[in-house]
């Protein structure tokens, strides 16, 4: 499968300076994607350094093996980070590791794709499922779903006001012939949306919604967190880049109760060396300038955070 040049990997030069990619090294990108940051990484291990790329997209998985089919530092799996465990043992990282990744999100190769079903700008099939050979798709889930867990998953996972009003549209919607196509959930979701958010297509956060909970990206990463922290050697950096409030919100807290260690009552004198802290936060939070943001409005989002696992 031919490389695909459209997507730009986000905060590239932040995320090498964060993991301090050193020769002999290795390092997960647990998120490959298109490979924008793995390939910088790559560009810093040496000869003897080792790469696991990581990706639950198959088409992702294709591009990064044919990309670097002839690179024998670079073991390539198919799989959800959720898992990540699992792969870094099979692939003899286990314990071992000074970088892992995680970039958060959809790819633009995908949002760009109207057969993947992530995007309300194109028509296309209603999937959204990363790997479109595991789960239910949306629009298998949305002929099923009760209008009041509907709701309860657009205003959870969307942040969406108007929730009750576009599960009531898409419920009688459905009635009358199956939701199959994106093109016509975005129709349905601006018809129930009283009022727009300036810059933003009102069927923003349903389809973002939708597609977290289709994907369980929350609970994947909680998942996901602890695994990582175990999969580090000591001195070994965790980044992970974050596109909304929702998982931001799981990656700081999670971040933070790490570095505090374990909990005590208040009132307990307790040093510090008894709390067992697993990390050290690292500087503090980046977001793209306005340069990047310029090259690559979808950018703008973008937050990452970095720890560093403790000895």
Not at 72 to 99: D, I, K, P, Y
């Amino acid at each position: 499968m031919a490389r695909d040049d459209t997507h730009r990997a986000v905060l590239v030069a932040e995320v090498v300076e964060a993991l301090r990619p050193r020769p002999g090294g290795r390092y997960v990108d647990a998120t490959c994607g298109w490979g924008g940051h793995a390939g910088a990484i790559l560009e810093r291990i040496g000869p003897q350094g080792r790469l696991l790329a990581v990706d639950q997209d198959p088409r992702a998985v294709a591009a990064a093996r044919e990309r670097w089919r002839d690179d024998a530092r670079v073991s390539v799996a198919h799989g959800c980070f959720s898992r990540l465990e699992e792969l870094v043992e099979t692939h003899g990282f286990a314990g071992g590791v000074q970088g892992i990744l995680l970039d958060l999100g959809v790819s633009s190769p995908q949002l760009d794709d109207p057969q993947r079903g992530f995007s309300f700008l194109r028509d296309g099939p209603l999937d959204m499922r990363m790997d479109p050979g595991r789960g239910e798709s949306a629009a298998d889930w949305l002929a099923r779903v009760s209008e009041r867990e509907l709701a309860q998953v657009i205003r959870r996972y969307g942040e969406e006001r108007y929730a009750r009003a576009v599960a009531r549209a898409v419920v009688r919607d459905r009635a009358t012939a199956p939701l199959r196509r994106t093109g016509r959930l975005a129709e349905i979701v601006a018809a129930a949306v009283p009022t727009r958010e300036p810059g933003k297509h009102p069927a923003t956060r349903t389809f973002q919604a939708i597609r977290i909970f289709v994907n369980r990206e929350l609970e994947e990463l909680e998942v996901c967190l602890p695994q990582a922290i175990a999969a580090l050697a000591p001195e070994g950096r965790l980044a992970v880049i974050s596109f909304h409030s929702l998982e931001d919100r799981i990656v700081k807290r999670f971040l933070r109760d790490q570095a505090r260690g374990d909990r005590f009552p208040p009132d307990l004198p307790v040093v510090y060396d008894r709390l067992s802290p697993t990390l050290s936060l690292v500087g503090r939070v980046r977001r793209p300038g306005a340069a990047e943001i310029g090259r690559n409005p979808r950018a703008r989002s973008a937050v990452l955070r970095v720890a560093e696992r403790l000895s």
